[in-house]
């Protein structure tokens, strides 16, 4: 299993990011996915989940309304569309796969909102 993040950077408050997960090495398809982010200092924390099919996903409370979790099934990828963001939105951004047997973490994509 590989979980290759992309599109972190760094961006000024107000501003739009979308963040990329390229996975392999499974059926995509079959299992939901998540996106976590840590700040420094901070526990890793859950940011945003969806479901398999992509019809239903939930969301952390501190990114509701700003942030969108989507999939591609055909392209093995998933999606983190993050507009209005904030300075208290900087941290790194995980993507994340739990199975029946194992989780796996991405290597992780640098968000970091400042003027």
């Known amino acids: 299993v590989q979980l290759v993040e992309s599109g972190g950077g760094l961006v000024q408050p107000g501003g739009s990011l979308r963040l990329s997960c390229a996975a392999s090495?499974?059926?995509?398809?079959?299992?939901?996915m998540s996106w976590y982010r840590q700040a420094p200092g901070k526990e890793r924390g859950l940011v945003a989940q969806?479901?398999?099919?992509?019809?239903?996903?939930n969301y952390a409370d501190s990114v509701k309304g700003r942030f969108t979790i989507s999939r591609d099934n055909a392209k093995n990828t998933v999606f983190l569309q993050m507009n209005s963001l904030k300075p208290e939105d900087t941290a790194v951004y995980y993507c994340?796969?739990?199975?029946?047997?194992?989780?796996?973490w991405g290597q992780g994509t640098q968000v970091t909102v400042s003027s």
């Open positions: 090495g499974f059926t995509f398809s079959n299992y939901a």
């Open positions: 969806i479901s398999s099919s992509g019809g239903s996903a």
């Open positions: 994340y796969l739990i199975t029946s047997k194992y989780n796996y």
